[in-house]
Nanobody, 126 residues
Framework: QVRLVESGGRLVQPGDSLRLSCSVY????????VGWFRQAPGQAREFVAA????????YYADNLKDRFAIGGDNVNGMAYLRIDFITPEDTAIYYC???????????????????WGQGTQVTVSS
Protein backbone atom coordinates (compact mmCIF):
# COMPACT_ATOMS: atom_id res chain seq x y z
CA GLN A 1 0.00 0.00 0.00
CA VAL A 2 1.36 3.38 -1.01
CA ARG A 3 2.01 5.84 1.80
CA LEU A 4 2.83 9.50 1.26
CA VAL A 5 4.54 11.83 3.70
CA GLU A 6 4.74 15.54 3.02
CA SER A 7 7.26 17.84 4.68
CA GLY A 8 8.63 21.35 4.41
CA GLY A 9 5.61 23.36 5.44
CA ARG A 10 6.29 26.19 7.89
CA LEU A 11 5.68 29.83 8.69
CA VAL A 12 7.15 32.09 6.00
CA GLN A 13 6.99 35.76 5.10
CA PRO A 14 5.45 37.23 1.95
CA GLY A 15 7.94 37.18 -0.90
CA ASP A 16 9.82 34.16 0.41
CA SER A 17 10.40 30.94 -1.50
CA LEU A 18 9.55 27.53 -0.11
CA ARG A 19 10.05 23.95 -1.20
CA LEU A 20 7.73 21.20 -0.09
CA SER A 21 8.67 17.54 -0.32
CA CYS A 22 6.68 14.36 -0.68
CA SER A 23 8.12 10.93 0.09
CA VAL A 24 6.42 8.00 -1.63
CA TYR A 25 6.64 4.71 0.26
CA UNK A 26 5.34 1.24 -0.50
CA UNK A 27 5.02 1.58 -4.25
CA UNK A 28 5.37 -1.54 -6.34
CA UNK A 29 7.10 0.16 -9.26
CA UNK A 30 8.36 3.54 -10.48
CA UNK A 31 5.40 4.10 -12.81
CA UNK A 32 3.16 6.59 -11.01
CA UNK A 33 2.03 10.17 -11.30
CA VAL A 34 2.21 12.78 -8.56
CA GLY A 35 -0.04 15.72 -7.85
CA TRP A 36 -0.10 18.54 -5.36
CA PHE A 37 -3.30 20.04 -4.01
CA ARG A 38 -3.95 22.59 -1.31
CA GLN A 39 -6.79 23.54 1.00
CA ALA A 40 -7.05 26.96 2.58
CA PRO A 41 -9.14 27.53 5.71
CA GLY A 42 -12.84 27.43 4.88
CA GLN A 43 -12.23 26.63 1.24
CA ALA A 44 -12.40 23.56 -0.97
CA ARG A 45 -9.32 21.61 -1.89
CA GLU A 46 -7.79 22.94 -5.09
CA PHE A 47 -5.37 21.56 -7.64
CA VAL A 48 -1.89 23.07 -7.74
CA ALA A 49 0.36 20.98 -9.98
CA ALA A 50 1.01 17.45 -11.21
CA UNK A 51 3.54 15.50 -13.17
CA UNK A 52 4.04 12.22 -14.98
CA UNK A 53 7.37 10.68 -15.89
CA UNK A 54 6.23 8.60 -18.82
CA UNK A 55 5.48 10.70 -20.71
CA UNK A 56 7.48 13.51 -19.11
CA UNK A 57 4.72 16.03 -18.59
CA UNK A 58 3.72 18.67 -16.05
CA TYR A 59 0.34 20.19 -15.29
CA TYR A 60 -0.34 23.46 -13.47
CA ALA A 61 -3.33 25.42 -12.28
CA ASP A 62 -3.51 28.40 -14.62
CA ASN A 63 -3.54 30.95 -11.80
CA LEU A 64 -0.48 29.42 -10.11
CA LYS A 65 1.85 28.33 -12.89
CA ASP A 66 4.03 31.43 -12.81
CA ARG A 67 5.09 30.90 -9.19
CA PHE A 68 4.90 27.15 -8.66
CA ALA A 69 7.20 24.42 -9.94
CA ILE A 70 6.82 20.69 -9.56
CA GLY A 71 9.64 18.19 -9.78
CA GLY A 72 10.76 14.87 -8.46
CA ASP A 73 12.59 11.61 -8.76
CA ASN A 74 10.24 8.70 -9.37
CA VAL A 75 12.96 6.07 -8.90
CA ASN A 76 13.80 7.35 -5.42
CA GLY A 77 10.19 8.09 -4.52
CA MET A 78 10.44 11.85 -4.09
CA ALA A 79 8.37 14.73 -5.36
CA TYR A 80 8.78 18.45 -4.76
CA LEU A 81 6.77 21.61 -5.03
CA ARG A 82 8.55 24.93 -5.09
CA ILE A 83 6.66 28.14 -4.39
CA ASP A 84 8.24 31.49 -5.28
CA PHE A 85 7.12 35.01 -4.31
CA ILE A 86 4.84 33.47 -1.74
CA THR A 87 1.76 35.49 -0.69
CA PRO A 88 -0.67 35.27 2.25
CA GLU A 89 -3.16 33.69 -0.17
CA ASP A 90 -0.86 30.68 -0.36
CA THR A 91 -1.62 29.86 3.27
CA ALA A 92 -3.06 26.35 3.18
CA ILE A 93 -2.48 22.71 3.92
CA TYR A 94 -0.61 21.24 0.97
CA TYR A 95 -1.30 17.63 0.03
CA CYS A 96 0.64 15.24 -2.12
CA UNK A 97 -1.25 12.58 -4.08
CA UNK A 98 -0.25 9.64 -6.25
CA UNK A 99 -1.94 8.00 -9.22
CA UNK A 100 -0.61 4.46 -9.50
CA UNK A 101 -0.34 3.42 -13.11
CA UNK A 102 1.41 6.67 -14.00
CA UNK A 103 -1.25 8.15 -16.23
CA UNK A 104 -3.38 11.27 -15.77
CA UNK A 105 -6.34 12.35 -17.84
CA UNK A 106 -6.51 15.95 -16.65
CA UNK A 107 -4.21 16.04 -13.66
CA UNK A 108 -6.47 18.39 -11.75
CA UNK A 109 -9.26 16.01 -10.70
CA UNK A 110 -8.86 14.57 -7.22
CA UNK A 111 -10.50 11.30 -8.28
CA UNK A 112 -7.60 10.55 -10.61
CA UNK A 113 -5.41 9.90 -7.57
CA UNK A 114 -5.66 6.84 -5.35
CA UNK A 115 -3.32 7.71 -2.47
CA TRP A 116 -3.05 10.88 -0.42
CA GLY A 117 -0.75 12.20 2.25
CA GLN A 118 -1.78 13.88 5.49
CA GLY A 119 -0.64 17.29 4.32
CA THR A 120 1.87 19.91 5.44
CA GLN A 121 0.85 23.34 6.71
CA VAL A 122 2.13 26.45 4.99
CA THR A 123 1.42 29.73 6.75
CA VAL A 124 2.34 33.05 5.20
CA SER A 125 2.43 36.04 7.50
CA SER A 126 4.57 39.09 8.07
Amino acid sequence: QVRLVESGGRLVQPGDSLRLSCSVYGRSNDNYAVGWFRQAPGQAREFVAAMTWSPDKTYYADNLKDRFAIGGDNVNGMAYLRIDFITPEDTAIYYCAVATGGRLTTGYLAEEYDSWGQGTQVTVSS
